[in-house]
């Protein structure tokens, strides 16, 4: 391990590096404890305490520590020697008058349960190697952190319990707060940065694909300089047990179809809620049937962030739809991960969607790439970018159109979508009989079909000459034509009757 230490590690032990790393494990400390411990003194009178030199912990036993008046003089004279700290047995003075006077005499007051000459021993040995009393706390980690398994939570319980005085966070890559600390998440210093308030410390979890699935953070108020180190240390232990977490809950989501679908689905109504409560006048909480538990919302975003899924920042949503109806919805899912990467899978409308952090033209290179493995013919469609998961249904409906439009083997762009492409992404079925009745002064007298093409023409080119160049006759033909259907019936001035007229139109035509 001794390749792993930083400068500062060898640093002399602080008092609260003593009761923190194990050394004084069970001990009740009051005041600061920031003083370095360079060694020990065992005192059994008090005259002793003349000779006690600059920063060494005094272990009072005996006579020393006979009672509230001994361990009161045994603290004022430790201070007036510029001692680390004293420690007493518990039973030398009451808790509440140990309190008072460490903060009133400003040196650090230890109470120990155990044999005084035990805990001295222990304290002398850490005093003189303080980088092997560091390592039994790094040693003491790692069984824990083995024991925690691959656990996101339980990783982060350990790390905080087992590191006093500092507090530890996992955040995603985009720095929002997975489990631990939110103290540590909102600290907002560099990584090794030391400040008057405090030092920070950083370890990054790769995802497999050998970029950041999240970073481990922590920070303390300790002025220990060996202590960041130790903390650092500690961090790339558990590293691996997250790596692993991540590892397993990909392959839960691989071979659970259903289960996959599900976090996408909640993950989808959690920011639909919170974007919900957000535009709330009043600021409370949204009544929505969707509504996410904080702590359920919490682990929905952890297992998205263990997948690989973009749950922030730009997002595309994308369909892949098959032409003759559904097929194997865990083999679909295999095929498009494969192609776009680790993004959500979930069963919407009449095919598979989800959405993915590329942009909407490489987002369709990568379905055209896609759409000649799967099995059985389908199309796709891609919805536009959208700032985050709050509006990532829109995206999602804009790729479901585009689908219905694309031709099998094909990928279409919603926002490359003109009038015609939306319309005809309309169930037409649905629609046919109200459009008959809209146009049912025209069909009257409409034999051909020759009026039906012509309004839909005029209403899609926008006027009667960009009309009869699509038809292929001359403008005056158009206008006779407009004549005829206006005399039917038909105000192409109003706004409202030109878009139920171009809808019920298209709707006839397909």
């Not at 590293?239 to 179809?257: G, I, K, M, N, Q």
């Not at 996410?292 to 998205?304: C, D, L, T």
């Not at 025209?442 to 960009?466: H, S, Y």
């Amino acid at each position: 391990m001794t390749g792993v230490r930083a400068p500062g590690w060898e640093a002399p032990v602080t008092v609260t590096e003593l009761v923190n790393a194990g050394t004084l494990a069970g001990a009740r400390m009051y005041g600061a404890g920031e003083n370095p411990v360079r060694g020990v003194r065992i005192v059994d009178e008090l005259s002793v305490l003349g000779t006690v030199a600059p920063h060494t912990a005094v272990v009072l036993i005996g006579t020393a520590a006979s009672g509230g008046w001994a361990v009161e003089m045994a603290m004022r004279r430790a201070w007036e020697q510029a001692a680390a700290c004293v420690i007493a047995p518990s039973a030398g003075l009451s808790e509440s008058s140990g309190e008072v006077l460490a903060e009133r005499l400003g040196i650090t007051l230890i109470f120990v349960d155990e044999d005084p000459l035990l805990v001295a021993v222990r304290v002398a040995s850490a005093a003189s190697r303080p980088d092997a009393a560091r390592m039994q706390l790094v040693a003491r980690c790692a069984t824990r952190l083995a024991e925690a398994g691959t656990s996101a939570r339980r990783v982060l319980g350990v790390l905080n319990a087992e590191l006093p005085g500092t507090s530890v966070a996992f955040l995603d890559r985009h720095g929002l707060l997975l489990a631990g600390r939110r103290d540590a998440a909102a600290g907002g210093r560099p990584e090794g940065e030391e400040t008057i308030g405090g030092w920070s410390a950083q370890a990054e979890v790769p995802d497999q694909e050998g970029g950041v699935l999240g970073t481990l953070v922590a920070g303390g108020s300790s002025r220990s300089p060996g202590w960041p180190s130790v903390v650092r240390t500690v961090l790339s232990l558990a590293v691996a047990p997250l790596t692993a977490w991540a590892a397993r809950e990909r392959l839960r989501a691989s071979r659970d179809f259903a289960r996959q679908a599900s976090l996408a689905e909640r993950l989808l109504a959690e920011a639909a809620t919170t974007e919900a409560d957000l535009a709330s006048a009043d600021g409370t909480a949204s009544a929505s049937a969707t509504a996410v538990p904080e702590e359920s919302a919490g682990a929905v975003r952890m297992a998205a962030v263990a997948l690989g899924w973009p749950v922030r920042g730009p997002l595309t949503g994308y369909q892949v739809r098959p032409a003759s109806g559904a097929g194997d919805a865990a083999l679909a899912q295999t095929l498009i991960t494969a192609a776009l990467g680790q993004v959500p899978v979930t069963v919407r409308g009449e095919g598979w969607a989800g959405w993915s952090a590329l942009d909407p033209a490489e987002l369709t290179v990568r379905l055209e790439r896609c759409l000649p493995t799967m099995p059985w013919p389908c199309s796709a469609g891609v919805g536009a970018q959208v700032p985050g998961l709050e509006a990532a249904g829109e995206s999602l409906t804009g790729a479901e159109a585009a689908a219905a439009m694309a031709g099998p083997g094909t990928v279409a762009r919603a926002d490359e979508m003109g009038p015609a492409e939306l319309l005809g992404a309309l169930p037409s079925r649905a629609l046919r009989a109200p459009a008959t009745v809209i146009l049912r002064p025209l069909l009257t007298i409409d034999r051909d079909g020759t009026l039906l093409e012509t309004l839909a023409a005029v209403l899609d080119e926008g006027g009667a000459l960009k009309a009869a160049e699509r038809l292929g006759v001359h403008r005056n033909t158009v206008t006779t034509r407009l004549d005829r259907i206006k005399a039917a019936g038909f105000d192409l001035d109003d706004p409202a009757t030109r878009l139920a007229l171009q809808l019920a139109c298209h709707v006839m035509l397909r």
